[in-house]
């Protein structure tokens, strides 16, 4: 069965305090990762794709970065408008698009 | 248009009653996809369209729910005798491929009481 896996569930962070976000997935044949921001109330926003291992992508404070078996979300010098929920997916091995998300992250900046 | 429109934003539905909800996906996507989120970040994914065909339907509990994207409309998912634990937020995404990130409308919230 496909799995991704976040971590961890919930972080909270001092504004300009860095960290970073897993999301670790046994999902064969990988045709992509993707990460989302999700505010309460709303939709999921896309942030990046990522397709194969060593890739890197950057959008203001944020970089995901792709291996083999995980990806990562570092946030570096964060702020309060950064607070949201992160979620991970990947399409599964079924052949079809049919996104597998994580549970997500809960993260809350602090000023 | 530039977004995944979806409407009505809340649904309040009595046990038993029909529901059903629109989706209109970014203009130049051909594939739709239907998720519910039921628990706080729990997705589950229901059906996809490529275009007006049925992609992948495998999520669908074919007894109650159905769903539909018809040329010149926006898409649709109905379900029939709505029950207690139908209750979520439903997401309509789309994308230009099947392997493309896909971009999600704003949900409806779906209440049944």
């Known amino acids: 069965e496909d799995q991704v896996t976040q971590s961890p569930e919930a972080l909270r962070l001092q504004e300009g305090e860095s960290s970073s976000l897993n999301c670790s997935y046994t999902?064969?044949?990988?045709?992509?990762l993707f990460w989302y921001r999700q505010d309460p109330g709303k939709g999921p926003e896309f942030l990046f794709t990522?397709?194969?291992a060593g890739e890197e992508k950057e959008k203001e404070r944020l970089k995901a970065t792709l291996t083999k078996k995980e990806s990562f979300l570092h946030i570096t010098a964060p702020k309060p408008e950064d607070s949201a929920t992160y979620l991970c997916?990947?399409?599964?091995?079924?052949?079809?698009?049919?996104?597998?998300f994580g549970k997500g992250t809960m993260l809350l900046v602090s000023p | 248009g530039e977004e995944v429109a979806q409407t009505p934003k809340h649904l309040v539905r009595g046990e038993g009653q029909k529901a059903k909800l629109y989706c209109a996906p970014i203009k130049g996507h051909s594939y739709v996809f239907w998720y519910q989120q039921v628990l706080k970040n729990e997705f589950k994914f229901l059906i996809s369209?490529?275009?007006?065909?049925?992609?992948?339907e495998t999520g669908m509990p074919k007894e109650r729910f159905s769903a539909k994207c018809l040329p010149n409309s926006p898409c649709s998912l109905e379900i029939q005798a709505t029950k207690l634990e139908d209750s979520a937020v439903y997401f309509c995404?789309?994308?230009?491929?099947?392997?493309?990130?896909?971009?999600f409308g704003p949900g409806t919230r779906l209440t049944v009481l």
């Open positions: 995404a789309s994308s230009q491929g099947a392997d493309n990130e896909q971009f």
């Open positions: 369209f490529q275009n007006e065909n049925v992609f992948d």
């Open positions: 999902v064969s044949g990988l045709r992509g």
């Open positions: 997916a990947a399409p599964g091995d079924s052949g079809y698009s049919t996104l597998t």
């Open positions: 990522l397709y194969s």
